[in-house]
């Protein structure tokens, strides 16, 4: 059975950084991209990173502009999102979801979701 | 970047009854090579993770009931929900992933009871 578990949301105070996590099991982790989006209170889904299979290839929405790096450890079978000087608008409920078949393809399985909140 | 839209932001639709929402994107997202639309919808409600529920613009997931259909092609594309249950109260999501960057979601539309 597929499952996703993100992890390592919290509150952070702006212009500081967070890691979040996306720990993977039940599929064979390496051959699948992964992709991460958000959901900021009261409005809609928004995607912000994806990464290959191999870690070759990576993804990012415009906003995140150069402040977030997404990476992969296959041994470890997590995705990490490492997200620096954020926001108050980054936040948001984060979700990893597994790219079908590479990383153009729908989303087939999703995580719970991460809250991560940035105020002072 | 193509953007994609979708109408109307919400509805109400009395149980029973059809529900279609509508999703427009900037470009089209019908491959040639194997005429194929890379085009998603999903069903997204509170406290829970957002659900596949059509790949390729019309081909239902495993276990979603054959109430839901997709329709379309190029750059205009349906949803609809043949008659409307209580639990299909939700927000539902067009997405496309043709091209860069390879997640784009329409805003949403909220279906509600009448």
């Known amino acids: 059975q597929v499952h996703l578990v993100e992890s390592g949301g919290g509150v952070v105070q702006p212009g500081r950084s967070l890691r979040l996590s996306c720990a993977a099991s039940?599929?064979?982790?390496?051959?699948?991209?992964i992709h991460w989006v958000r959901q900021a209170p009261g409005t809609g889904l928004e995607w912000v990173a994806a990464?290959?299979?191999?870690?070759?290839?990576?993804h990012y929405a415009d906003f995140v502009s150069g402040r977030f790096t997404v990476s992969r450890d296959n041994s470890k079978n997590t995705v990490y999102l490492q997200m620096n000087n954020l926001r108050a608008e980054d936040a948001a409920v984060y979700y990893c979801?597994?790219?079908?078949?590479?990383?153009?393809?729908?989303?087939?399985?999703w995580g719970q979701g991460t809250q991560v909140t940035v105020s002072s | 970047d193509t953007v994609m839209t979708q109408s109307p932001d919400s509805l109400a639709v009395s149980l029973g009854d059809r529900a279609t929402i509508n999703c427009k994107s900037s470009?089209?997202?019908?491959?040639?090579?194997?005429?194929?639309?890379?085009l998603a919808w999903y069903q997204h409600k509170p406290g829970q993770p957002p659900r596949l529920l059509i790949s390729?613009?019309?081909t239902r997931e495993s276990g979603v009931p054959d109430r839901f259909s997709g329709s379309g092609s190029g750059t205009d594309f349906t949803l609809t929900i043949s008659s409307l249950q209580t639990e299909d109260v939700a927000v539902y999501y067009c997405?496309?992933?043709?091209?860069?960057?390879?997640?784009?979601f329409g805003q949403g539309t909220k279906v509600e009871i009448k």
């Open positions: 979801a597994r790219g079908n078949s590479g990383i153009y393809s729908q989303f087939d399985y």
């Open positions: 390729w613009a019309s």
């Open positions: 470009q089209s997202v019908l491959y040639s090579s194997n005429n194929k639309n890379y």
């Open positions: 990464i290959s299979y191999d870690g070759n290839t990576k």
């Open positions: 039940g599929f064979t982790f390496s051959t699948y991209a």
């Open positions: 997405q496309q992933y043709y091209s860069s960057p390879p997640g784009t």
